[in-house]
């Protein structure tokens, strides 16, 4: 599944119980992650959290 946030927000730590959306890992508690989110139709948007490697294959262009 490829999910394109553009921009990411900025880099944290997931909580619990999240999946990387590139590489459909568990994102675990000491993972350094960057979030963005999604609008829905219906709703807020949705909150997603994507490991840094999977983000930025190349490198993250954002500070962490």
């Known amino acids: ?3 394109d946030v553009q921009p990411w927000e900025y880099g944290t730590f997931a909580p619990s119980g999240h999946i990387c959306p590139a ?7 000491s993972d350094r992650c960057l979030r963005g989110s999604l609008p ?3 709703g807020g948007p949705v909150t997603l ?4 490697d999977c983000a ?5 262009s954002i500070p962490l």
């Not at 590489?23 to 508690?29: A, H, K, T």
């Open 56 to 60: 930025h294959p190349q490198g993250p």
């Open 40 to 42: 829905r139709q219906d």
């Open 1 to 3: 599944m490829s999910v």
């Open 49 to 52: 959290y994507r490991h840094i």
């Open 23 to 29: 590489c459909l890992e568990p994102i675990q508690p």
